[in-house]
């Protein structure tokens, strides 16, 4: 009973904030995104030239588009509701109906997110149940109160609490035989935001070991079909062709091709948080290069374990923490909020109990990540907080991806090390 009352209180507080507080600038594209989907059509959504656009034309995939416009249908036939009791019911407020116009979208386009955190925790729940029955309520609600995931949902309105929900349930899928859904749910992923590629080299590697070929082929050509069939509303011309064009020009060739995008890691503190582009020179090579060059060394344990030893569950689990840690503190073009991946997976490692992994650690790492996200967008405003990131040129951030580095290593050698409790 008390589990269930956390939960409740914490998907309370998520809505409340998503309700009554503030929204990062991109939930403005979203806004827009909902409304011109119907306006302009799935076939001529994605034609910045021809439409016009009041922030940003639709730079993520065809699942976000779907999202953000069935949003926006539930939004309107949410105000004609109101509206019909507001001019049948002398009683109720029309306060209600300013309220809503103002804030309903907005709070509507957070909600699939805010609920996507709390799928994330349960499924926490059931895999650390699995291994530890004792801390798996805890891992649930210790995910639920991270106030990295609160602020990314809530506040923030993003995406990512979805995406990581459907790659981590892909490779949860994979471990009870159900490989269909599991390819269904990790394209799915890929076609709302591409943010997950990080993980799907290693969920091929645990795809072939644990299935025949024949099973793989027939579940890609499922869920490839599912792809292109959804693809055939946007698309004109061919769905393949069109989607690809669409990912390696548009939605990948048109990323900020930056050093950092706000991200507190390894390159913020070499040269900074100011956008700088990742083809800039360093010793002989480019600042992309270099960081493709030390992702790939530091992966390749990874890979070889993953290929070599028997791919137990919760030991891919920590092969992919390690992957999103060592992706978001060395690749160029990251955004402070792309280090969420790790979070789940971490939750999953700190309650199982097979690893040294403390909770000073976690937390640690999870108050870093929240003030690299606050910082550059102040919300809500806390002046102290605000001139304490932003002065002498961003230098306590900066010092921040410090001790981000050092957990890190921390982290990366328990990995490499099997450090086994």
């Not at 998503?18 to 989907?37: E, K, M, Q, S």
């Not at 798996?136 to 639920?144: E, G, S, W, Y």
């Not at 989607?243 to 900074?272: E, H, K, M, P, S």
């Not at 160029?332 to 097979?354: C, S, V």
Request: hydrophobic share 55%; aromatic share 18%; charged share 10%.
């Amino acid at each position: 009973m008390k589990f269930k009352l956390l939960i409740l209180i914490f998907v309370f507080v998520r809505l409340v904030i998503a309700l009554f507080g503030t929204w990062h600038p991109d939930v403005n594209n979203h806004v827009d995104w909902g409304i011109r989907f119907f306006e302009y059509g799935p076939k001529y959504i994605y034609a910045p030239d021809s439409n016009v656009w009041s922030y940003t034309w639709p730079n993520q995939p065809p699942g976000t588009m779907i999202i953000f416009a069935a949003i926006r249908k539930i939004y309107e036939a949410s105000f004609s509701v109101m509206w019909s009791i507001n001019t049948h019911i002398d009683v109720f407020p029309s306060t209600v109906m300013t309220f809503w116009e103002n804030k309903g979208y907005i709070a509507l386009l957070k909600t699939p997110f805010v609920f996507a955190d709390v799928g994330l925790s349960y499924l926490i729940y059931k895999i650390v149940k699995k291994s530890n029955v004792k801390y798996a309520k805890t891992a649930a609600i210790a995910f639920l109160a991270n106030p990295v995931a609160i602020y990314n949902s809530s506040f923030w309105g993003q995406t990512d609490s979805l995406i990581n929900l459907l790659a981590l349930l892909a490779f949860y899928l994979l471990f009870r035989k159900k490989i269909t859904l599991s390819i269904m749910l990790m394209a799915l992923s890929l076609y709302i935001k591409i943010s997950m590629i990080i993980f799907v080299p290693f969920y091929a590697i645990i795809l072939i070991k644990k299935y025949k070929i024949s099973e793989i082929v027939l579940s890609l050509c499922l869920s490839f079909g599912l792809i292109l069939l959804l693809t055939s509303f946007f698309s004109t011309g061919s769905p393949f062709v069109w989607l690809y064009r669409l990912y390696t020009d548009n939605i990948l060739g048109q990323q900020l091709q930056v050093i950092t995008a706000n991200a507190a890691n390894f390159w913020a503190i070499i040269t900074g948080l100011h956008e700088q582009p990742h083809s800039l020179a360093l010793l002989g090579l480019t600042y992309q290069y270099w960081a493709m060059i030390i992702t790939a060394i530091l992966l390749l344990p990874v890979t070889v374990r993953l290929v070599q030893q028997k791919a137990d569950e919760i030991s891919v689990y920590w092969a992919l923490a390690a992957v999103a840690f060592v992706a978001w503190m060395f690749l160029t073009n990251m955004h402070e909020r792309y280090l969420y991946p790790f979070f789940p997976l971490a939750t999953i490692l700190l309650f199982t109990g097979k690893f040294r992994y403390s909770v000073k650690e976690y937390t640690l790492i999870s108050v870093i990540s929240l003030l690299n996200m606050y910082n550059l967008w102040w919300k809500p405003d806390f002046p102290l907080l605000v001139a304490s990131l932003s002065g002498a040129d961003f230098l306590a951030v900066r010092m921040l991806a410090i001790v981000m580095l050092i957990l890190f290593i921390q982290f990366y050698r328990r990995y490499v090390h099997h450090e086994a409790q």
